[in-house]
């Protein structure tokens, strides 16, 4: 486990094992809250989780809580410090990893946009498009236009099941949209099929003069 992995799970635990013990008493519950709140909002400037890791390292509960105009002296007992200051950490870790995702497309976007590519490849998760969890979502620069493709798993058969859509994304972003979809989708057992039928997608959406 690398050392990013572990304190992640350190913070995790941390947080797991700080509120079972305040919410017994609801005047410890709101003030650690609060607490936990005012130093999650003290880590806003950091940028990502690898920084976030370093700046845990690089300090302590006691200068976290200063930090945040806390003297710990005036912390009830019943509230550890160093359980507080995980859970800080790790609803930072929550807003970043939620945050990156999106930050992610917009920089390919820009990539993209200043390289002069005509689409951009804004998304892929998974390791093998041929077994699931795949997906790819490759989308048109300046239109939003965008093809997505993804491997999943019958439940049933066990088996995988070859998806195809096509959507419309904001263009700056790459976010979703209220739009319908510009192709439905369709499922497909025969991973060649698929494969054929995205090509097909691909110069219908992708090629097509933006409007």
């Known amino acids: 486990m690398s050392e990013r992995d572990e304190t992640m799970r350190r913070w995790r635990q ?27 909002d003290r880590l806003e400037s950091v940028p990502d989780l690898d920084a976030l890791v370093t700046t845990y390292h690089a300090g302590d509960a ?8 806390v003297d710990p002296e005036d912390l009830p007992p019943e509230i550890e410090q160093d359980l ?15 945050r990156a995702p999106a ?3 917009e920089r390919m976007i820009r990539r993209a946009e200043s390289a002069g590519e005509p689409t951009v490849t804004i998304w892929t998760e998974g390791r093998s498009e041929l077994w699931p969890p795949y997906r790819s979502i490759e989308m048109q620069i ?3 236009r965008a093809v997505a493709v993804s491997t999943e798993l019958d439940p049933e058969s066990m088996a995988p099941v070859f998806v195809l859509e096509g959507l419309q994304l904001d263009p700056q972003t790459g ?11 369709r499922e497909f057992a025969d ?5 054929q039928a995205a090509e097909a997608l691909r ?9």
């Not at 507080?84 to 939620?98: C, E, I, K, P, S």
């Not at 976010?175 to 989708?185: K, M």
């Not at 110069?203 to 409007?211: A, F, H, I, M």
């Open 14 to 40: 941390g947080e797991e094992r700080l509120y079972p013990v305040v919410t017994v008493r609801p005047d410890l519950y709101e003030r650690c809250t609060r607490l936990v709140r005012s130093l999650s």
């Open 142 to 144: 300046g239109s939003g």
């Open 62 to 69: 006691a200068s976290d809580l200063a930090g945040a105009g």
């Open 191 to 195: 991973a060649g099929e698929w494969r």
């Open 84 to 98: 507080v200051r995980d859970a800080a950490y790790n609803m930072r870790a929550r807003q970043l990893a939620t």
């Open 175 to 185: 976010e979703g949209s209220t739009d319908p979809p510009l192709a439905p989708r």
């Open 103 to 105: 930050e992610q497309a």
């Open 203 to 211: 110069r219908t959406l992708l090629s097509k003069p933006q409007p």
